[in-house]
């Protein structure tokens, strides 16, 4: 089975495309790298973009681009995800970078663009902003969880790292405990996008400097007990969370469990589990999310 190997960027509508690339740029450190009529595409370092932003009606998230392991054939993997049933459309040049990928619709109606290659940004990291490592992850609410589920390991090949109780899944497709977070909801929408910082004071920095412009967390800072990270949350300018997080677990394939942390409930912390004790798995360190957060 061909499998994603990392998620690259997000593609987003935006009804105030000034203010969302201000926040991006100004605030969350990106480098706007290239504009062409209502599309803005934000780098953080090492990929072309890592945020795409488009003028639109409404505040969403329209696509998500996953990198698939070099030498893969588009054509194979067509006939891998025709096999369930679903359409694909080759595309050339879908984004600045990439000359070829392959398009669909996940379950929920999120575009997919998987492709094998891209040319890098090659900026660097940036002086000023909170400027992040990279892309970690994307949560959506959803209104069948389990199904949606099923879509991202049967078809793209994720794996379940954890669940929060039957309602809350965390799916990797790389080392990374989590790339996309699928939590039941009673629309389909996205629910925040997560970049990773490097460490614990990149994360106290970077609330000092939302902290400059009257940007107030919205949860944290937290410790999660699923994942382990280190995080805190966020509003954009169109009012979408944006999750900053650290110190996330790393599954060691093989032997299908994490790094050892001394913050981990078991030894090894194996992965694949249910967690029944919901305020762990939410916040080791105590304070719940605010009211509504998960909706
Ligand atoms: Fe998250």
């Given amino acids: 089975m061909i499998t994603v190997n990392r998620i690259v960027y997000a593609v987003f509508e935006t009804p105030d495309l000034e203010a969302q690339i201000e ?6 450190g990106l480098t706007l790298v ?22 639109g009606t409404e505040a969403r998230c329209d696509t ?15 006939r891998q995800i025709e096999s369930h049933g679903l359409t694909t459309k080759r595309q050339s040049d879908p984004q600045p970078s990439i000359s070829e990928a392959l398009v669909f619709s996940d379950d929920k109606g999120t575009n997919i663009e998987a492709f094998v290659s891209a ?62 977070n699928l939590v039941q909801g009673q629309k389909t929408k996205m629910h925040h996008i997560a970049f990773e910082l490097r460490d ?10 939302l902290a400059q412009d009257r940007i107030p967390l919205v949860w ?6 699923i994942g382990h990270n280190i995080s805190t949350y966020h509003r954009n300018a169109d009012g979408q969370i944006i999750e900053l997080f650290c110190e996330l677990d790393r599954v ?44």
């Fill in 23 to 28: 926040h991006y740029t100004k605030i969350m």
């Fill in 34 to 55: 290239a504009r062409d009529g209502d599309s803005a595409y934000l780098s953080a370092s090492a990929d072309h973009h890592t945020v795409v932003l488009r003028k």
């Fill in 64 to 78: 998500l681009g996953f990198q698939l392991p070099p030498g893969t054939d588009l054509g194979d993997y067509a």
């Fill in 119 to 180: 040319e890098p940004a090659n900026i660097g990291f940036q002086p000023q902003g909170i400027v992040p490592n990279k892309l970690g992850h994307v949560a959506y609410n959803c209104t069948d969880v389990q199904s949606t589920v099923k879509f991202y390991c049967e078809v793209l090949g994720f794996k379940v790292s954890d669940w929060m109780g039957d309602f809350f899944a965390f799916l990797r497709c790389g080392p990374d405990h989590h790339t996309i």
């Fill in 200 to 209: 614990w004071t990149h994360i106290r920095d970077a609330c000092d400097w």
């Fill in 220 to 225: 944290g800072p937290v410790r999660h007990g």
């Fill in 252 to 295: 060691n394939e093989a032997l299908d469990c994490y790094d050892p942390r001394p913050y981990h409930q078991e030894f090894p912390q194996k992965s694949g589990k249910v967690w029944e004790d919901i305020q762990l798995g939410a916040n080791m360190w105590g304070t719940p999310p605010p009211e509504g957060f998960l909706d």
